[in-house]
């Protein structure tokens, strides 16, 4: 088992070194945000979509636009409105007078990466229109089912401020999102680096240093990354202490939380572990890498009790509190 780990371990330090090339790229345009940037390769390396939380002005645009061109790969941004259809999302048939015909024409979630900006600006509908697309990656049109592209990726923002006039997106939905990041302020000296940089006559530009193969390459290999047995118990411990804390001795937070994380955490923590230590060229999952991607596989899976609420307690708190509970392999 040893020369296999050591085997794996060999393979992913070798095949990894493209990680470095691009977040290098990327850092010549973002300066600092380099959780963000992290959480969007992980998304992309498990195949799953990313939920951007963070007020206006933090880059969150820029870094998923500057990504996209540094892989050789297709973006698009799509502004979320109330007035939104899901056709403009998704295309629709367009009646063609000189045939006699319906046309497919396709709309913008035709592209590898999406950004779904505010997305809690629009309706219902266009929300689950997007939400189906993620989960099935096709599109029907008429009487024909079209394939996304591969890569396909949403990355999804929403405001936690001016909440007035938005659809909060329900939590079935939200759990579609394989990752819930909350994204900060950059430091002082950070913001003075991008100070000096957005007021320069030519603001720098990133240039394509991969192609969507890679990647399609790179999530293969994702997947060979070694997870021990103690490894896939401690996420079970994980979740199961969210679904039924008294069971784990955890009766302060019983009372606390109205329903645990669902099957898709235990899936996507054990993913995004892989993804994590494939980010640090290791071919094996530790325990630390299960807690620094857990709390934005978690914190959109836990729903909260009003009691919970009105001690203003959070599911970032919960989670931290299972964490301090429960012993690390």
């Given at each position: ?42 998304g992309l390396l498990c195949n799953g979509h990313v939920l951007l939380e963070g007020v206006p002005g933090l880059a969150k645009t ?113 759990d579609r999102f394989m990752l819930k990041v909350k994204v900060d302020y950059p430091g002082r000296d950070e913001e003075r680096e ?9 603001p720098p530009t990133a240039s394509k240093v991969m192609e969507c193969e890679d990647i399609r390459r790179a999530r293969s290999l ?108």
């Open positions: 088992m040893e020369d296999k780990i050591r085997a794996i371990n060999e393979k992913i330090e070798r095949e990894s070194v493209f990680v470095d090339r691009l977040t290098g790229e990327v850092a010549k345009v973002i300066v600092g945000q380099k959780y963000m940037i992290e959480r969007i390769l992980i820029m870094t998923i636009k500057t990504t996209a061109d540094s892989i050789e790969a297709e973006f698009k941004r799509i502004q979320f409105t109330p007035d939104l259809l899901p056709a403009d999302l998704v295309g629709t048939m367009i009646y063609m007078q000189q045939t006699g015909q319906f046309t497919p024409k396709k709309g913008p979630i035709f592209t590898n990466f999406v950004l779904a900006d505010e997305i809690n600006r629009a309706p219902a509908k266009v929300q689950s229109a997007l939400l189906e697309c993620m989960q099935e990656r096709q599109v029907t049109l008429g009487d024909t089912t079209y394939s996304l592209p591969d890569p396909f990726i949403v990355l999804a923002t929403q405001n936690p401020i001016e909440q007035e006039g938005t659809y909060p997106l329900p939590e079935a939905q939200v991008i100070m000096a940089r957005m007021v320069a006559a030519e994702v997947h060979e990354v070694y997870v021990d047995k103690l490894i896939d118990e401690y996420i079970l411990d994980i979740v199961f202490a969210s679904r039924d804390p008294k069971a784990f001795k955890l009766d302060e937070i019983a009372d606390m939380i109205e329903y645990g994380a669902s099957p898709r955490a235990s899936i996507y923590l054990n993913l995004a572990a892989r993804a994590h230590a494939f980010l640090r060229h290791r071919g094996y999952v530790t325990p630390e890498d299960i807690k620094a991607v857990a709390m934005d596989v978690l914190r959109h899976r836990i729903i909260l009790t009003y009691e919970a609420e009105a001690e203003e307690l959070t599911s970032e708190s919960i989670i931290r509190k299972i964490f301090d509970h429960l012993a690390s392999p």
